[in-house]
């Protein structure tokens, strides 16, 4: 088995999959805050705008990536209109991978935070529970699985990530190669449908575990009593 | 804070309070001033008891609001004391329990203990009291439906509350849980005497925790008395009989014979066989028991009619007031005991008998008629 691995992951492909690997986690810690705030917000709160607010979370995930990449390429580029230059750096993978699996991370954590009691918020305000103990007593903890849910979502939807971060990252070999981009490079070079074939199944691997560590969770959270 | 808590055992045993509430929609306009340790509200489903209790808390906005117990001023929104929900020092027990799911037992009690500031009662008695011992380290998902009330109970009274408010807390219960629960509330109820607002439409199981009872109908006070009291006043009659009128007469527990019929002797003096015996044991002679019997199955007769019936109480009295509406009469008699015997009867049945207030009656019902229980109140 690893010396089948050896023969079709070459230490190219090993980097790729660090890189990957790597973009994934930093993506997932960059998404996780904005995206369970922005998630409890829609779930929980009515304000002027919320419709606005929600189409403009959600568009990534029906715009195609390459205008993703197009659009942060341009806030974020050489002559970006926000005067920060990230463009083909390990930086602009993580953030595009970030902004493709934000609306997945709030879809989650909406869903779970909307269907978390409103009875349950009461009768802590009735034993003298206030605005602060009632979100971190009970709401948050009753929408840790859609949380879970959401950002092992995330997670496994940076690893796919390809359009966005080819266009805004580049496909730097060690520096923004990321599995899809290498899969990519691999299947366009004569002789590499060995290392894509071996790229394509890792992924496959990656991904399906990373859905059966949410599913566990889900499962650990529910056995804990949670809905 | 020991001290506090064992001054209040040792004060009078009633509390006095005062509440009045306002809303437009749906319409509420109440308000009342009673003193006791708790008020049974009562009236038909819609007739505005779970939106009162909660335009008290504060859960209902734009009510106009004031509550006093013990001449403290919890809330009046008219003076500009409105506290929010969780700052306005009353508990709430709701008819699904409400309990946190992902919390266990014990961490569901002790939750309204930090709001208490020590001053609640001590965790180990509620606990023994409501039998939860064995639970507390369960998840309520793990727990009967009356296991789960009954940590309900326990968490709002943890909450040391000023105020405890009671909305049907039993109706999600069958009866026999309900039977089973009640005992544990009115020990609850003796042991801290929080003063209580309790909401049922049971009349039987008002009747088993209270004797002062509010009735409301549409947003408004139709009386506030006892269930005979306010029997007999004919704006409440209708109401009651619709919802299931009993009343309830004090006895003492005599002795079970063995036909199985059990045998209680009245305040008046009256022995009566009773045909059903709430609880798995019977208790001691000589213990305060309650009768509980409905107008309609008591039969009236003129004094000394001995005619061979299958019935086997008969009591002696004498009428002291008839209520009469549209569709009923209702017949109150003295019967020796503070509490009057209720019957209903029909217009020509008084005619036939002559029967008027003051003059002298029989009371005849059937021992299966009536269901004594212990008196817990």
């Given at each position: 088995m690893i010396a089948w691995v050896d023969v079709a992951l070459g230490p190219a492909e090993w980097q790729a999959l660090r890189v990957s690997m790597e973009v994934s986690v930093l993506a997932t810690c960059l998404v996780a805050l904005p995206g369970i705030g922005l998630g409890l917000l829609l779930g929980r709160c009515q304000f002027r705008g919320k419709l606005m607010l929600d189409a403009l979370i959600h568009l990534p995930l029906v715009l195609t990536p390459v205008v993703v990449g197009l659009l942060l390429l341009m806030a974020f580029g050489r002559e970006g209109l926000l005067g920060i230059d990230l463009a083909f750096t390990r930086g602009a993978a993580v953030l595009a991978s970030a902004v493709i699996a934000l609306p997945l991370v709030v879809r989650s954590v909406r869903t779970a935070a909307e269907l978390v009691d409103d009875r349950?918020?009461?009768?802590?305000?009735?034993?003298?529970?206030?605005?602060?103990r009632r979100f971190w007593d009970v709401l948050l903890p009753l929408t840790r699985p859609g949380i879970a849910a959401g950002l092992t979502l995330g997670f496994a939807?940076?690893?796919?990530?390809?359009?966005?971060?080819?266009?805004?990252a580049g496909n730097i070999a060690g520096e923004t190669r990321t599995l899809p981009s290498a899969i990519y490079t691999a299947s366009q070079t004569p002789g590499?449908?060995?290392?894509?074939?071996?790229?394509?199944?890792a992924s496959v691997a990656l991904s399906f575990f990373a859905l059966l560590a949410s599913e566990w969770w889900m499962r650990r959270s529910r056995a804990k009593g949670n809905p | 804070m020991v001290d506090e808590a064992q001054s209040r055992q040792g004060q009078p045993l009633s509390a006095r309070f005062r509440f009045s509430a306002e809303l437009s929609r749906p319409t509420l306009d109440v308000s009342v001033e009673a003193s006791g340790d708790v008020l049974g509200l009562f009236g038909r489903s819609g007739a505005g008891k779970s939106t009162l209790l909660a335009a008290l808390v504060?859960?209902?906005?734009g009510a106009r609001v004031e509550v006093e117990v013990d001449g403290e001023r919890l809330v009046d929104t008219d003076a500009g004391l409105a506290p929010p929900v969780h700052r306005r020092g009353m508990g709430m027990v709701f008819q699904d329990h409400r309990l946190f799911p992902h919390r266990s037992v014990?961490?569901?009690?002790?939750?309204?203990?930090?709001?208490?500031?020590?001053?609640?009662?001590?965790?180990?008695?509620?606990?023994?009291?409501?039998?939860?011992?064995?639970?507390?380290?369960?998840?309520?998902?793990?727990?009967?439906?009356?296991?789960?009330?009954?940590?309900?109970l326990g968490r709002a009274i943890l909450s040391a509350p000023k105020l405890l408010l009671l909305d049907e807390p039993l109706a999600s219960l069958d009866r026999g849980l309900r039977r089973e629960i009640l005992p544990y509330l009115a020990s609850l109820r003796d042991a801290y005497r929080i003063p209580m607002i309790y909401v049922s439409h049971e009349l039987e199981e008002l009747l088993a925790i209270t004797d002062e009872i509010l009735l409301l109908e549409e947003g408004r006070v139709r009386g506030l008395g006892s269930a005979a009291e306010l029997a007999m006043q004919d704006q409440c009659l209708e109401l009651l009989h619709d919802c299931g009128l009993v009343f309830t007469l004090p006895c003492e527990f005599s002795r079970r014979t063995a036909d199985g019929l059990v045998w209680v002797q009245s305040a008046g003096g009256h022995g009566i066989a009773c045909g059903d015996f709430e609880g798995a044991e019977d208790p001691p002679g000589g213990a305060a028991v309650d009768l509980l019997l409905r107008p309609e199955d008591v039969i009236l007769a003129r004094p000394g009619m001995d005619?061979?019936?299958?019935?086997?109480?008969?009591?002696?009295?004498?009428?002291?007031?008839?209520?009469?509406?549209?569709?009923?009469?209702?017949?109150?008699?003295?019967c020796g005991g503070p509490e009057p015997l209720l019957a209903e009867v029909t217009e020509r049945?008084?005619?036939?008998?002559?029967?008027?207030e003051g003059s002298p009656a029989m009371a005849l019902f059937k021992a299966q008629a009536t269901r004594g229980r212990l008196r817990t109140k």
């Amino acid at each position: 088995m690893i010396a089948w691995v050896d023969v079709a992951l070459g230490p190219a492909e090993w980097q790729a999959l660090r890189v990957s690997m790597e973009v994934s986690v930093l993506a997932t810690c960059l998404v996780a805050l904005p995206g369970i705030g922005l998630g409890l917000l829609l779930g929980r709160c009515q304000f002027r705008g919320k419709l606005m607010l929600d189409a403009l979370i959600h568009l990534p995930l029906v715009l195609t990536p390459v205008v993703v990449g197009l659009l942060l390429l341009m806030a974020f580029g050489r002559e970006g209109l926000l005067g920060i230059d990230l463009a083909f750096t390990r930086g602009a993978a993580v953030l595009a991978s970030a902004v493709i699996a934000l609306p997945l991370v709030v879809r989650s954590v909406r869903t779970a935070a909307e269907l978390v009691d409103d009875r349950l918020l009461e009768a802590a305000a009735v034993l003298g529970a206030g605005p602060l103990r009632r979100f971190w007593d009970v709401l948050l903890p009753l929408t840790r699985p859609g949380i879970a849910a959401g950002l092992t979502l995330g997670f496994a939807r940076s690893l796919g990530e390809f359009g966005a971060t080819i266009t805004f990252a580049g496909n730097i070999a060690g520096e923004t190669r990321t599995l899809p981009s290498a899969i990519y490079t691999a299947s366009q070079t004569p002789g590499g449908d060995g290392a894509a074939m071996g790229l394509t199944l890792a992924s496959v691997a990656l991904s399906f575990f990373a859905l059966l560590a949410s599913e566990w969770w889900m499962r650990r959270s529910r056995a804990k009593g949670n809905p | 804070m020991v001290d506090e808590a064992q001054s209040r055992q040792g004060q009078p045993l009633s509390a006095r309070f005062r509440f009045s509430a306002e809303l437009s929609r749906p319409t509420l306009d109440v308000s009342v001033e009673a003193s006791g340790d708790v008020l049974g509200l009562f009236g038909r489903s819609g007739a505005g008891k779970s939106t009162l209790l909660a335009a008290l808390v504060g859960l209902v906005k734009g009510a106009r609001v004031e509550v006093e117990v013990d001449g403290e001023r919890l809330v009046d929104t008219d003076a500009g004391l409105a506290p929010p929900v969780h700052r306005r020092g009353m508990g709430m027990v709701f008819q699904d329990h409400r309990l946190f799911p992902h919390r266990s037992v014990r961490a569901n009690l002790t939750y309204g203990m930090p709001a208490a500031r020590g001053k609640g009662p001590p965790f180990e008695d509620v606990v023994q009291i409501l039998g939860l011992t064995d639970l507390l380290d369960s998840m309520p998902g793990a727990c009967s439906g009356g296991e789960r009330q009954r940590v309900a109970l326990g968490r709002a009274i943890l909450s040391a509350p000023k105020l405890l408010l009671l909305d049907e807390p039993l109706a999600s219960l069958d009866r026999g849980l309900r039977r089973e629960i009640l005992p544990y509330l009115a020990s609850l109820r003796d042991a801290y005497r929080i003063p209580m607002i309790y909401v049922s439409h049971e009349l039987e199981e008002l009747l088993a925790i209270t004797d002062e009872i509010l009735l409301l109908e549409e947003g408004r006070v139709r009386g506030l008395g006892s269930a005979a009291e306010l029997a007999m006043q004919d704006q409440c009659l209708e109401l009651l009989h619709d919802c299931g009128l009993v009343f309830t007469l004090p006895c003492e527990f005599s002795r079970r014979t063995a036909d199985g019929l059990v045998w209680v002797q009245s305040a008046g003096g009256h022995g009566i066989a009773c045909g059903d015996f709430e609880g798995a044991e019977d208790p001691p002679g000589g213990a305060a028991v309650d009768l509980l019997l409905r107008p309609e199955d008591v039969i009236l007769a003129r004094p000394g009619m001995d005619a061979e019936l299958s019935l086997t109480n008969r009591i002696e009295g004498r009428i002291r007031r008839i209520t009469k509406t549209a569709r009923r009469v209702l017949v109150e008699m003295e019967c020796g005991g503070p509490e009057p015997l209720l019957a209903e009867v029909t217009e020509r049945a008084l005619q036939r008998l002559d029967l008027r207030e003051g003059s002298p009656a029989m009371a005849l019902f059937k021992a299966q008629a009536t269901r004594g229980r212990l008196r817990t109140k």
